[in-house]
Every structure is written in C-alpha cells, then in structure tokens.
C-alpha cells in the first residue's frame, strides 16, 4: 500500500477541558498519515487519481479550529472518521495530534495522540 504523509500543520484552536483553554486557545499540530494505491497517480502524472494535499490541509483545518473539544483523542478520532467518510480511496489513515503547550506546571515538549482507523471491508470504521 502506498502512503501519503502531511506534517507539521499547525491550527489554532480551543480545545482542552479547563474553561481558559476554551476561551484563550492554543495552537494544536496535526500530522496524517495516508494509505491508500497511488498507483494510477504515480503512472499517468493525474492529480484527479490522488488527493490534493493543499485540500486536506483546508478540511483539516476547518475541524481543527472548529467547535471545541475537550480531548485531543476526541479531535484526533473525529479527524480520522470525517477523513474516511470524505476520502473513499483511503484506507487507513493515522492521526497525529499534538497539544505543545497544556496547561500545567511541568516542562515538556508537549503531548501527542496518535490514532489509526481503516475500512473493514464493508464500508465501516475500525481501529487498526
């Protein structure tokens, strides 16, 4: 299977579970991992027989900064079940949400969720 990879988006949003992050807002990077036959692309130079990055990164965004969520697994899972829906040559996506800077007293880097989803053969949506 092939695989197309988009990294280091960066969304402002405002999710989280304390009422400041949901009013003050923080960016959030998003990554995502694609499987799907790139085949036809790859042979005939056909944007049509792909997926446009510059438009994942525009539906990505939307749900991104779009209503809030308290959990970035929440966001990462809803990420990866609206992406299969709209995106039928997919199939299996990983989403990576990272949240660089939570609301606590502790240093690190940052938290990161990563999720994958996939077709189960009938048209439904399963954790891979």
Do not use: C, W
């Amino acid at each position: 299977m092939d695989r197309m990879i988009v990294t280091g988006m960066r969304f402002y949003g405002y999710h989280g579970v304390f009422p400041e992050e949901n009013k003050l807002g923080q960016q959030f990077y998003i990554d995502l991992e694609l499987d799907m036959d790139l085949e036809r692309a790859a042979r005939n130079d056909d944007l049509d027989a792909t997926i446009n990055y510059a438009e994942l990164h525009a539906f990505t965004k939307e749900i991104v900064e779009g209503p809030p969520f308290k959990l970035i697994e929440a966001l990462a899972g809803h990420i990866a079940s609206r992406m299969l829906e709209a995106y039928t040559m997919i199939n299996e996506v990983t989403v990576r949400v990272t949240k660089p800077h939570p609301p606590f007293d502790i240093h690190f880097d940052g938290v990161t969720i990563e999720l994958r989803r996939k077709r189960d053969g009938h048209g439904g949506i399963i954790r891979a």
